[in-house]
């Protein structure tokens, strides 16, 4: 158990996959949730108020558009507003786009960027202040596998993520001093909807089955044959958060079932 009451934690991404996963792991440990995506208004207003009674903690929503700088500064000042700071920060939001790099359109290759990895810059710049400020704070941006290794037709999502892994490195040797830990977890593949979708074009591309595709995609990447899970990831943001992580800082860590290993 680590106890985070007290403490808020803004997710970008939230509505749904790894960052909804990663933000009931971090509301269960007592931390007020700032959420943040797309989705059905109903959806995430039973999200909101779930999350809210079941681990008594404060939830509010803000639909900032990750690919908009703007939006994201008044996300994150009204969150410091609400909450006085946020102490936690989960850099989630992502989307994908797969194509050689000759057919790839370059307003793809700038929206992958933007919410990939610019949204990452523009939520640690405003949240730093206040995190200095309380002498505590912790940065977990969610790269993957594709931050340490390549995989063909994905040039923005492998740039961006390596990206991520960067950034990461340069928040923590800046904050270093200041109670202040960023690091970057490297999941391989979690049958999350993003996932999904390449999982089904890959069962249409090569006329397979949905099992056969989901093992074909999982099992060339991950020795372990088996996908990450949205909890596991949970776990391991909020084991992030504890005193036991407190050295942990400017790491890529690897969540992947021994892809990176190989």
């Not at 009204?78 to 370059?106: C, M, S």
């Amino acid at each position: 158990m680590t106890d985070l009451s007290g403490k808020t934690a803004l997710v970008t991404g939230s509505t749904s996959g790894i960052g909804e996963a990663i933000a009931r792991a971090l509301a269960a440990q007592g931390a007020d949730i700032v959420l943040n995506g797309f989705g059905e208004e109903a959806a995430i207003a039973r999200l909101k108020t779930g999350l809210a009674e079941e681990h008594g903690v404060k939830v509010v929503y803000d639909g900032a558009d990750m690919s908009r700088p703007a939006a994201i500064e008044t996300m994150m000042k009204k969150a410091e507003a609400e909450f006085g700071a946020v102490d936690i920060l989960v850099n989630n939001a992502g989307i994908q786009h797969t194509a050689n790099l000759e057919d790839f359109p370059a307003e793809r290759w700038d929206a992958v960027i933007a919410i990939n990895l610019s949204s990452a810059f523009h939520t640690t710049h405003h949240a730093l202040p206040a995190m200095k400020r309380r002498g505590w704070g912790r940065i977990l941006n969610v790269a993957s596998a594709h931050g340490l290794v390549a995989s063909v037709q994905k040039s923005a999502y492998v740039a961006a993520k390596h990206g991520i892994v960067g950034l990461t490195k340069v928040t923590a040797l800046e904050t270093a001093r200041d109670g202040i830990t960023a690091n970057a977890i490297c999941p391989g593949w979690v049958l999350t909807p993003l996932v999904q979708k390449q999982i089904d074009a890959l069962a249409e591309r090569e006329s397979l089955t949905a099992a056969a595709a989901r093992e074909k995609l999982i099992g060339e990447k991950m020795p372990s044959g088996e996908p990450v899970t949205p909890e596991q990831i949970g776990a391991f943001a909020v084991f992030l958060c504890s005193p036991a992580a407190e050295r942990i800082t400017g790491a890529a860590l690897p969540i992947d079932g021994g892809w990176t290993a190989q």
